[in-house]
């Protein structure tokens, strides 16, 4: 079963992705380093609500 999730800079907290992931083989949040262009730079994003 895969859920629509959407990813927010832990920074600036702008949601800047949007991906699915498998509810029943990932439980946790996502945590992943993408590129912010609101902040310029790499950065940590984590899966919102």
Do not use: D, F, I, W
Not at 5 to 10: G, K, M, N, Q, R
Not at 27 to 43: D, I, S
């Amino acid at each position: 079963m895969s859920k629509k999730v959407s990813l927010a800079c832990s920074s600036c907290s702008s949601r800047n992705y949007t991906t699915s992931k498998n509810v029943s083989t990932q439980p946790t949040r996502l945590e992943v380093n993408k590129y912010c262009k609101v902040c310029g730079k790499h950065t940590l994003h984590r899966e919102t609500k």
